[in-house]
């Protein structure tokens, strides 16, 4: 099993910027594609970046411009770099190692609101 910590979320005004990290607690960090999801009330759990082991990105196009994935793998710690925060970002924010059949963590949410 590997564990989960996500932190970093809280309320922000639109337009303003959060940065989330997530640290994993497995030898194995370094070979994981790591993402990061979210989930807003009364909807799915949805994919919005992720990164190899290598650092090849992908995003979510609702994200794209916006939000930022990277890691550190020495310390086990993957990062999502938000920007220019729309109300329609807010919602529970998920780190997950992709390939793999653990448990979510306790996440971290974030609100976006005047």
């Known amino acids: 099993q590997v564990q989960l910590v996500e932190s970093g979320g809280g309320l922000v005004q639109p337009g303003g910027s959060l940065r989330l990290s997530c640290v994993a607690s497995?030898?194995?960090?370094?070979?994981?594609?790591m993402a990061w999801y979210r989930q807003a009330p009364g909807k799915r759990r949805d994919l919005v970046a992720s990164?190899?082991?290598?650092?090849?990105?992908n995003y979510a196009d609702s994200v794209k411009g916006r939000f930022t994935i990277s890691r550190d793998n020495a310390k086990n710690t993957v990062y999502l770099q938000m920007n220019s925060l729309k109300p329609e970002d807010t919602a529970v924010y998920y780190c997950?190692?992709?390939?793999?059949?653990?448990?979510w963590g306790q996440g971290t949410q974030v609100t976006v609101s005047s």
């Open positions: 990164i190899t082991g290598r650092g090849i990105t």
């Open positions: 997950y190692p992709l390939s793999s059949s653990t448990s």
């Open positions: 497995t030898s194995f960090f370094s070979i994981y594609t």
